[in-house]
C-alpha cells in the first residue's frame, strides 16, 4: 500500500483499526508515534549497489486504553508528514512492537488497514550460486547429500 492509497482509504473510514497478518486486531488504544522516511543504501551479495526507500509508520500502544486514533486525525499526521516523506507515492512499512520490533507490509481490505509478513530475499541468486528452485527436479533433492567440501553448505 502507498501514501495516496492510506489517504484515500482514511477518508472513508470512521474508525481505524490494523489487523495482524494472525488476523489478531490490534487494541483500539494504539497510538501512530512515528511517520518517517527511511532510506536504505546497500550493495547486495552480488556486487550491485541498490536503494530502497520507504514511508514508515510506527504503532504502539500504551496503557491509556481511552485513546483513539480518529480517521480524521492521521489524515493530518500523513499530511503534516508530506514535508519529509516529499512527493514521492512511497510504499508503506510499518513497525509494531512485538517479541522483538516487527516490520511488516500493509494492505487494506476495505474496512481495516492488514499488517503483511515480509520475507528476506537474495537479490543476486544469479550471482551467489543458487539454483533456481523450478529447474531442481524433485528426486535430485531427495538424492542429495551434504558431504564436507562439497560445496553444498
Not at 495482524?20 to 546497500?42: A, C, D, I, M, N
Not at 504502539?60 to 493530518?76: I, S, V
Not at 481495516?112 to 527436479?137: E, R, S
Amino acid at each position: 500500500m502507498n501514501i495516496s492509497e492510506m489517504k484515500q482509504a482514511l477518508q472513508g473510514l470512521s474508525a481505524v483499526n490494523f489487523r495482524l497478518p494472525t488476523g489478531e486486531q490490534l487494541p483500539p488504544h494504539f497510538h501512530v508515534t512515528e511517520v518517517g522516511l527511511v532510506s536504505k543504501h546497500f550493495v547486495d551479495c552480488g556486487g550491485t549497489e541498490r536503494r530502497e526507500t520507504v514511508a514508515n509508520f510506527q504503532l504502539w500502544e500504551a496503557g491509556d486504553y481511552d485513546h483513539r486514533l480518529a480517521p480524521q486525525k492521521f489524515l493530518h499526521i500523513l499530511n503534516l508528514s508530506d514535508k519529509i516523506l516529499g512527493s514521492e507515492d512511497l510504499a508503506i512499512e510499518v513497525e509494531y512492537q512485538q517479541a522483538t520490533i516487527g516490520k511488516f507490509g500493509l494492505t487494506f481490505d476495505g474496512t481495516d488497514f492488514v499488517l503483511t509478513a515480509k520475507q528476506t530475499a537474495c537479490l543476486a541468486q544469479d550471482a551467489c550460486g543458487i539454483p533456481d528452485a523450478q529447474q531442481i527436479a524433485l528426486p535430485q533433492l531427495q538424492m542429495a547429500a551434504c558431504t564436507p567440501g562439497g560445496g553444498c553448505c
